[in-house]
């Protein structure tokens, strides 16, 4: 079993940054793949990145490309998702997720954290 816990987000007024975190516990993290995903109000979850387990691949949602980058220190057992330029767009409950799949859908994905705001400001 994996615990995934996420922190860092907040309110941010857009054009500013971020950077969220999610720590692992329970077992190393290192063996797998491990993405991002969000949730707008009244909105399905949408993938936003993922990185390979040991760092050398990323993937990204088209709507984030060039302004979020994700990276891991599996040492710390933790996964950073660095965002800078944020619009008001952005904001949502932001999720990491683990598993033995490495896709863009939710269904591929085991371990699940409780989710952190982030809200962007106009």
Not at 61 to 74: L, M, P
Not at 82 to 92: F, H, I
Not at 99 to 113: F, K, S
Request: net charge neutral.
């Amino acid at each position: 079993q994996v615990q995934l816990a996420e922190s860092g987000g907040g309110l941010v007024q857009a054009g500013g940054s971020l950077r969220l975190s999610c720590v692992a516990s329970g077992r190393t993290l290192k063996n797998y793949p491990v993405a991002w995903f969000r949730q707008a109000p009244g909105k399905e979850r949408e993938f936003v990145g993922l990185i390979s387990p040991l760092g050398g691949y990323t993937d990204f949602a088209d709507s984030v490309k060039g302004r979020f980058t994700i990276s891991r220190d599996n040492a710390k057992n933790t996964v950073y998702l660095q965002m800078n330029d944020l619009e008001p767009v952005d904001t949502a409950v932001y999720y990491c997720a683990a598993g033995a799949l490495g896709t863009t859908t939710p269904q591929a994905y085991d371990y699940w954290g409780q989710g952190t705001q982030v809200t962007v400001s106009s």
